[in-house]
């Protein structure tokens, strides 16, 4: 099965062509520009390099969240229309899982991926391999690092954590987990596409129409108005 994948959920660009058990091309930046001009050239080209065309796809994944709000709608938007335009099968993986799955395959304890959220808090899951499967042990959400960090040490085992915002939370978390911690090498710090393409290879065709991304929170803007929006019923 010829499948593309594609991630602009955060500020990686992942784009890859997978075949079967063959990774035939990937194309990964990380660089602060604007997904929507970039994404479908970056797929033309992949695909281009990669002597395919887009009616040789057999199916479409896409990361479907959480991240940035305006990149995990770009690359869900790009993926629901190529889907339905070739009428072919598509699917959703968290973004999360493709992180983990980029790193943690032989590491011997729980993997917890993770996106800066502001203020003290981090999208994150936890996630372990097991006889070369990826499990999700909890769901993906949304949390301050310190209360994370308070539910792993109730674990008692060792726990890597990957993403390119761990900068900004590697302090917190060696304070309170010490020993406990470990963390990704650089290169292991982009999602790969492959992953996400792997991830969604047997997943189940989700409904074009119907499916949207999983954003976990709202953005600001649409909590704001939701909350006028209560405000002025109950008037």
């Known amino acids: 099965m010829k499948i593309l994948a594609i991630d602009t959920s955060n500020y990686t660009l992942g784009i890859a062509l997978v075949d079967d058990d063959k ?13 929507s001009v970039r994404v479908m050239p970056a797929i033309e080209m992949l695909l281009k390099d990669c002597d395919t065309l ?18 995990v709608r770009i690359g869900v938007t790009i993926a629901k229309t190529l ?5 072919i099968p598509l699917s959703g993986v968290s973004s999360l899982a493709v992180l983990a ?6 590491f011997n304890g729980v993997i917890s991926p993770l996106f800066d959220a502001r203020r003290g808090q ?11 499967r990826l499990l999700d042990l909890t769901s993906d959400h949304l949390t301050l690092t ?20 761990l900068s900004i939370h ?18 292991e710090q982009n999602p790969r596409p492959a992953e996400l393409a792997i991830l969604g290879r047997d997943k189940e065709a989700v409904n074009i129409h119907n499916f949207v991304p999983n954003y976990i929170r709202l953005a ?6 939701i909350e006028a929006t209560k405000g002025s019923k109950s008037q």
């Not at 889907?83 to 009428?87: I, Q, V």
């Not at 799955?101 to 032989?106: D, E, K, R, T």
């Not at 600001?220 to 108005?225: D, I, L, R």
């Open 122 to 132: 981090i999208y994150t899951g936890l996630y372990q391999f097991q006889e070369s």
């Open 220 to 225: 600001e803007a649409e909590a704001k108005w």
């Open 54 to 71: 887009p009616q040789d796809l057999e199916k479409i994944v896409v990361a479907e969240g959480p991240g940035s709000y305006t990149g």
């Open 83 to 87: 889907a339905w335009t070739l009428n």
């Open 23 to 35: 990774i035939i091309g990937e194309y990964i930046t990380n660089i602060k520009k604007n997904h």
């Open 146 to 165: 310190v209360n994370w960090t308070q539910r792993l040490l109730e674990r008692e085992e060792p726990v890597l954590f990957v993403g390119n915002d």
């Open 101 to 106: 799955a980029s790193a943690g395959s032989y």
């Open 170 to 187: 590697k302090e917190q978390i060696k304070a309170d987990l010490g020993e406990r911690a470990f963390f990704a090498r650089l290169t």
